[in-house]
T-cell receptor, first 113, second 115 residues
Framework: GENVGLHLPTLSVQEGDNSIINCAYS??????FIWYKQESGKGPQFIID?????DKRQGQRVTVLLNKTVKHLSLQIAATQPGDSAVYFC????????????FGTGTLLAVQP | EPEVTQTPSHQVTQMGQEVILRCVPI?????FYWYRQILGQKVEFLVS????????KSEIFDDQFSVERPDGSNFTLKIRSTKLEDSAMYFC?????????????FGPGTRLTVL
């Protein structure tokens, strides 16, 4: 069935380094993707999104890359800070009449000071 | 900045009891959602709601679940007869519209513990 999955369940980086969190999706019909950050005890917090007609989108310290050929999504965080420590989820929307987001399993980003 | 709020933050109940989880979506949003997250697992879609109707629901959202917008601000999820496996974090979300580019903003969640 369709699923969104993450390659690395845990990523440990040094403060100041760049982080790359990866996500694979299987539904080629998905046309909208979102990265959420979830800190302990909190709800998912929107980071950045991208539509399928784009392959790159940049925000403040974050960049999302979309490779539709291999159905791969990544989140790059520049100059990672301790406050970036959280679980990161990618989510996809199939588009059309459906509202639902399909979430991946999450990657724990641990930033070492 | 406007945000989705949820109450209570933690609900403990006995198996078989009814619970109502409450949410106040962002005020100008028209689409409302419930998701759940069992401990250590991914966030799962339960239901979406628009114009006082369910617009979509997952297979998890069986007859034990219902949603309601009782007034202009609240959005509730009711579980009629809770089961042990209903223990999870329940997140409410809202968006201005549906479809692409409609970011869903999430509340902080209600942790439901069924004993």
């Amino acid at each position: 069935g369709e699923n969104v999955g993450l390659h690395l369940p845990t990523l440990s980086v040094q403060e100041g380094d760049n982080s790359i969190i990866n996500c694979a999706y299987s539904n080629s019909a998905s046309d909208y993707f979102i990265w959420y950050k979830q800190e302990s005890g909190k709800g998912p917090q929107f980071i950045i999104d991208i539509r399928s007609n784009m392959d790159k989108r940049q925000g403040q310290r974050v960049t999302v890359l979309l490779n539709k050929t291999v159905k791969h999504l990544s989140l790059q965080i520049a100059a990672t800070q301790p406050g970036d420590s959280a679980v990161y989820f990618c989510a996809e929307n199939y588009g059309g009449a459906t509202n639902k987001l399909i979430f991946g399993t999450g990657t724990l980003l641990a930033v070492q000071p | 900045e406007p945000e989705v709020t949820q109450t209570p933050s933690h609900q403990v109940t006995q198996m078989g009891q009814e619970v109502i989880l409450r949410c106040v979506p962002i005020s100008n949003h028209l689409y409302f959602y419930w998701y759940r997250q069992i401990l250590g697992q991914k966030v799962e879609f339960l239901v979406s709601f628009y114009n006082n109707e369910i617009s979509e629901k997952s297979e998890i959202f069986d007859d034990q679940f219902s949603v309601e917008r009782p007034d202009g601000s609240n959005f509730t999820l009711k579980i009629r007869s809770t089961k042990l496996e209903d223990s999870a974090m329940y997140f409410c979300a809202s968006s201005v519209r549906q479809g692409p580019l409609q970011v869903q903003f999430f509340g902080p969640g209600t942790r439901l513990t069924v004993l």
